[in-house]
T-cell receptor, first 116, second 115 residues
């Protein structure tokens, strides 16, 4: 099955600096790569995703890049703010689960702390 | 759009009792729902995949007789933790796949504490 590795496990940055989180995946058939932000005790919230037909996607301060050849994708947050502090998870679609749906395999998460 | 609710949000029960958690898609029909378990400071681990009208598919290591899943309609899936024990204490989160494109919408989670 799919295996997703995520680094770093913790990341501290000064407010206004950029943060980069990297993930690698093992299944070359994976074609959907979402990033989730989870605050303590809350549900994961999708912040950005990318599909295998593009190499980069940007939404304001957040961007994701995908290198299918190397099987890695990265989350970039620019001009970080204290409210960006949370745990971020990457994921990759790992296999058909029936009825047209696909399972997600999650990375272990990165705890981002933005220091004011 | 794409709102998923979960009930209850928090439950405390005695060891040996059963607990039912409901997951509902409020504004869309979810052919597939997923159940995850998340221990403190850990990632989401998929427990099972639930397709409407058919038996759930469980991940390796998840006991299907202990974690009963029912997906009777396109908007409701339930997870019943039977004979709960303290080691079952965890954050249980459901998600629903709405458009068959891979994106999942998550419920708010249920914090289960077994005494």
């Amino acid at each position: 099955g799919e295996n997703v590795e995520q680094h770093p496990s913790t990341l501290s940055v000064q407010e206004g600096d950029s943060a980069v989180i990297k993930c690698t995946y093992s299944d070359s058939a994976s074609n959907y790569f979402p990033w989730y932000k989870q605050e303590l005790g809350k549900r994961p919230q999708l912040i950005i995703d990318i599909r295998s037909n593009v190499g980069e996607k940007k939404d304001q301060r957040i961007a994701v890049t995908l290198n299918k050849t190397a099987k890695h994708f990265s989350l970039h947050i620019t001009e970080t703010q204290p409210e960006d502090s949370a745990v971020y998870f990457c994921a990759a679609s790992s296999g058909y689960s029936g009825a047209g749906s696909y399972q997600l395999t999650f990375g272990k998460g990165t705890k981002l702390s933005v220091i004011p | 759009g794409a709102v998923v609710s979960q009930h209850p949000s928090r439950v405390i029960c005695k060891s040996g009792t059963s607990v039912k958690i409901e997951c509902r898609s409020l504004d869309f029909q979810a052919t597939t729902m997923f159940w995850y378990r998340q221990f403190p400071k850990k990632s989401l681990m998929l427990m099972a995949t639930s397709n409407e009208g058919s038996k759930a598919t469980y991940e390796q290591g998840v006991e299907k007789d202990k974690f009963l899943i029912n997906h009777a309609s396109l908007t409701l899936s339930t997870l019943t933790v039977t004979s709960a024990h303290p080691e079952d204490s965890s954050f249980y989160i459901c998600s629903a796949d709405s458009d068959r494109m891979g994106e999942q919408f998550f419920g708010p989670g249920t914090r289960l504490t077994v005494l």
